[in-house]
């Protein structure tokens, strides 16, 4: 892979993030503070009222990845079923998303604070305990908060801290109201370094690669 990338970063010595940035979602700066539910992560109709739901799901997601370091645009796509149980490394049982990303096979849950819905499973990592990935619940504009999270790697456990910053808890992505964007960090970027844009009735559909993780 690492061959790949630099291929085609010779064969695009001109291309700048400048030229590879993405269509801006559009700030709704009169949204202050909102209820963000699954279903805007899920793509699935928005629920009549506030509330946290793991509703069926089985659809597959497909995006463009943007990287500020000039590298070209890449599509790519990600694929959400469920919900499934899953036994989590405490012993609870959770109602969980099973999640394929390129080269891996991922869980998703609500995490146990009901903030946000992160990672319970990672089959390159383990079990997960608490991860913050994608705002669920009240937020506010521009608003971050800290997750102190567990990897129990096949090396032993690891603590981290993911963490998520609304850069715009609504926008206007290619016509569709509602959208909102996102910075998601593990240990304040060291280990990973991700934005993300989810809009109504598609779920995600934008990701920027500051940092990949383990890279």
Request: with cysteine; aromatic share 10%; charged share 25%.
């Amino acid at each position: 892979m690492k061959m790949v990338n630099v291929a085609m970063a010779l064969a695009f010595p001109c291309f700048s993030w400048a030229q590879s940035n993405p269509g801006e979602c559009v700030h709704d700066a009169s949204v202050t503070e909102r209820f963000l539910v699954v279903e805007l992560i899920t793509g699935a109709d928005l629920p009549t009222r506030e509330e946290l739901r793991m509703a069926p799901v089985d659809r597959t997601y497909p995006f463009t990845a943007y990287y500020p370091s000039g590298a070209p645009p890449q599509p790519g796509e990600t694929a959400l079923k469920g919900p499934v149980d899953h036994r989590t490394h405490t012993g609870r049982t959770v109602a969980s998303y099973e999640r394929t990303v390129p080269g891996a096979t991922e869980r998703m849950a609500i995490t146990n604070n009901e903030q946000a819905l992160g990672r319970v499973f990672d089959e390159r990592i383990g079990q997960i305990e608490n991860e913050g990935k994608y705002p669920v619940g009240r937020w506010k504009q521009g608003e971050t908060r800290d997750f102190d999270t567990t990897y129990y790697t096949p090396r032993g456990a690891r603590s981290s801290r993911t963490s998520i910053n609304v850069e715009k808890l609504s926008c206007r992505f290619e016509g569709i109201a509602g959208a909102y964007q996102i910075r998601w960090k593990v240990d304040g970027g060291q280990r990973a370094d991700y934005g993300y844009v989810f809009a109504p009735g598609r779920g995600l559909v934008q990701v920027v690669v500051y940092k990949r993780a383990g890279g």
